[in-house]
């Protein structure tokens, strides 16, 4: 049992940044991967950001160059530092896991880019 809790979501004007955390609980967080989705209005969620338990990551084409995922497993914890915030970024934001054939997910954090 994985329980993920996303924070940091807000408002902010376009060309701003923010920092979503997403703490994890209940397994062995530094042996697995971590990812971000988010989930606009009317639209399907889509995967955002990758990191592996060895640290390797990768990106949505959308956000590569602007945002930045990283982990620290002292403190159980995934972020996502989004920097040159747009309004196409305004989205619903939810950490994810993929641990023992379970999909585990947050309970998302709103993220609101204004023009």
């Known amino acids: 049992q994985v329980q993920l809790v996303e924070s940091g979501g807000g408002l902010v004007q376009a060309g701003g940044s923010l920092r979503l955390s997403c703490a994890a609980s209940g397994s062995i967080f530094s042996a697995y991967a971590m990812k971000w989705y988010r989930q606009a209005p009317g639209k399907q969620r889509e995967w955002v950001a990758l990191?592996?338990?060895?640290?390797?990551?990768n990106y949505a084409d959308s956000v590569r160059g602007r945002f930045t995922i990283s982990r620290d497993n002292a403190k159980n914890t995934v972020y996502l530092q989004m920097n040159s915030l747009k309004p196409e970024d305004t989205a619903v934001y939810y950490c994810h896991a993929f641990v023992d054939g379970v999909n585990y997910w947050g309970q998302g954090t709103q993220v609101t880019v204004s023009s």
């Open positions: 990191i592996t338990s060895g640290g390797s990551t």
